[in-house]
T-cell receptor
Framework: AQSVSQHNHHVILSEAASLELGCNYS??????LFWYVQYPGQHLQLLLK??????LVKGIKGFEAEFIKSKFSFNLRKPSVQWSDTAEYFC????????????FGGGTRVLVKP | NAGVTQTPKFRILKIGQSMTLQCAQD?????MYWYRQDPGMGLKLIYY???????DKGEVPNGYNVSRSTTEDFPLRLELAAPSQTSVYFC?????????????FGEGSWLTVV
């Protein structure tokens, strides 16, 4: 079974700082990769996803993620965060052979100080 | 489109009580899912369904039951509520199994068992 690890549980940043959230997964086969965001009191929303092709994926709100297959990683980045980026971020993996079921990481809570 | 709709949004149960969390989607999605979210644990899959009349266990099915009599609805039942079932529950849906099918989430149901 696949598993997903997010290295940081909590991140505190100031506005305009750069953000990078780590995500590693364990599964040897073909995967689809996702980053979801959950703003306070809201449901999960898709930030970006990787299925195939260019390993650098651009998502909404200035976020991007890079799939490095050799490192089983899919790190999320944003060059300059805003206060409105305060949220919890979840990395998720769908192992193709296991059907369309997502396995989530534990989440990273990001607090952006104004 | 309403997307994925869950009810109730908040509920407090006493130990041993039973209840049903309702979930409906209007996107004609074949796949539906129930996840629970616990702090620091990400989301864990409880049950899923690949179509009307078909349900399967996820990672943490104990203490829960589901049914899928229609494409639109996927209720989650707790028969004998336990404090360990205090959590946030998310229903989700997707079109199908092949890659490229994004999973859409409902707004969540906060359940407390006391």
């Amino acid at each position: 079974a696949q598993s997903v690890s997010q290295h940081n549980h909590h991140v505190i940043l100031s506005e305009a700082a750069s953000l990078e959230l780590g995500c590693n997964y364990s599964y040897g086969g073909t995967v689809n990769l996702f980053w979801y965001v959950q703003y306070p009191g809201q449901h999960l929303q898709l930030l970006l996803k990787y299925f195939s092709g260019d390993p650098l994926v651009k998502g909404i709100k200035g976020f991007e993620a890079e799939f490095i297959k050799s490192k089983f990683s899919f790190n999320l980045r944003k060059p300059s965060v805003q206060w409105s980026d305060t949220a919890e971020y979840f990395c998720a993996v769908n192992a193709i052979a296991a059907g369309n079921k997502l396995t989530f990481g534990g989440g990273t809570r990001v607090l952006v100080k104004p | 489109n309403a997307g994925v709709t869950q009810t109730p949004k908040f509920r407090i149960l006493k130990i041993g009580q039973s209840m049903t969390l309702q979930c409906a989607q209007d996107m004609n999605h074949n796949y539906m899912y129930w996840y629970r979210q616990d702090p620091g644990m990400g989301l864990k899959l409880i049950y899923y369904s690949v179509g009307a009349g078909i349900t399967d266990k996820g990672e943490v099915p104990n203490g829960y039951n589901v049914s899928r009599s229609t494409t639109e609805d996927f209720p989650l039942r707790l028969e004998l509520a336990a404090p360990s079932q205090t959590s946030v529950y998310f229903c989700a849906s997707s079109y199908g199994q092949s890659s490229g099918n994004t999973i859409y989430f409902g707004e969540g149901s906060w359940l407390t068992v006391v």
